[in-house]
């Protein structure tokens, strides 16, 4: 009987002689992510580590146009394989790096946004399945309810919803639909390299039935702090300007508040994740953890600038990922603001507003944060050589502006 290993392992071996004397076709992502699913990455058959190595090594050597199906593999590639060339990291064990490398390949806020929407379609549809199989009926309601709530924040046809749209309620199957709708993209189907960064984006490292929602909602997370990085830099083009385009400056603030508030909605789902489940995560993912994501350090140090550097982040985010800006975002607003006050009242109005929307949000993330670490991690050490949830408590009242 042949089992998922041995046909991983054949698929691998026959894209291998392929590549050898000709172009190799695609590869065989859905087999490989089958067996990775099923074991984690620390626990992959000898044999598959080693084919997968070596098909790293052949499709890194061939020359590639990025934003292809070949481009895309090798980029996965090289994620997949991070740890088996113990050269763990977070950008690859999240693959956000190569989620941000596909962004940048064109019009970043839309592909960013299409990209995390599709992720999240992704998440909400595998926790209703595995809420469907679950036995314990409280469980199973917990866990429906979460996913179904999320599903209220997107749109079947455009990805996220509207910011200002009030949610309405959404039941299971009405979530389903929206969900597989999204990721067909109509029925259309997408496009061959967006449809293996979503299929094949959960290199887990271990068996443990809730590493598919912690990494998933890390991907989601990350990516949308990327937006808001992106947002808080169109918003700082134009304060630092002597006349400001007060409608292009809010609309980059309320873009900013929209995409924190999406963040924080992926906190009610991660929630859930067992506290035992983390542990055996955590353990494993040792050298790939940071105590601030790259996205939320580019984020909080363009908008608070020196005073974002505090010594624990720069320990768990290199500097020169995410150097601080002078002036910085706040101090630029503050001024622009003050400029504004004297010939247009009711334009520092609206600035100040789109700020108290950015910090609301910022604050609600946090408090978020803060309540599903203390339920999920409890009182250990934090990552970045933390005192973990006590330095969550301590900086829990900054503002982001």
Known sequence: MTTPTDHAERAVDAWLQRIRKGPPGPFPHRPVTRVIRAHGTTALPGGLQSRLLDAWDWARSRPLEPGTLEWATTAWLTCLTSSLRKAPSY??????????????????????????????????????????????????????????????????????????????????????????????AGGAGLPEPLELLVESSLPVATAQPDEPLFLRSVQIMELLAEQAAFHTAQAHQQALVPTPDTAALTASLHATAANLARAQHVFRLVAIIDPAQFAAIRAATTGTG?????????????????????PEP????????????????????????????????????????????VNGQWARWKRTHLGVA?????????????????????????PLL
């Not at 019009?107 to 549809?125: C, E, G, I, N, W």
């Not at 790259?294 to 974002?308: K, S």
């Not at 607003?333 to 100040?352: K, W």
């Open 290 to 310: 940071a105590l601030q994501s790259p996205g939320f350090a580019r984020l909080e140090r363009r908008c608070r600038g020196e005073a974002a550097l505090r």
């Open 374 to 398: 203390k339920k999920t991690i409890g009182d250990v050490p934090g990552t970045g050589g933390t005192d973990g949830i006590r330095y969550l408590a301590r900086h829990l009242k900054e």
């Open 314 to 357: 720069l320990a768990a985010v290199d500097l020169e990922t995410a150097p601080p800006h002078t002036p910085s975002l706040s101090t630029a607003l503050a001024r622009a603001t003050d400029r504004l006050e004297t010939h247009d009242r009711a334009a520092a109005e609206d600035v100040r507003l789109a700020v108290d929307a």
């Open 91 to 184: 950008g690859a064990y999240t693959m956000t790096a190569l989620f941000g490398q596909w962004s940048r390949l064109g019009d970043f806020p839309q592909r960013a946004a299409q990209l995390s929407a599709l992720l999240t379609a992704d998440l909400v549809r595998h926790e209703l399945r595995r809420a469907a199989r679950e036995e314990r009926l409280g469980e199973r309601r917990f866990r429906s309810t979460a996913a179904t709530h999320l599903a209220r924040h997107l749109d079947a046809h455009h990805g996220w919803a509207d910011a200002d749209t009030r949610p309405r309620h959404t039941g299971i199957a009405q979530a389903m639909h929206r969900c597989n709708r999204l990721l067909s």
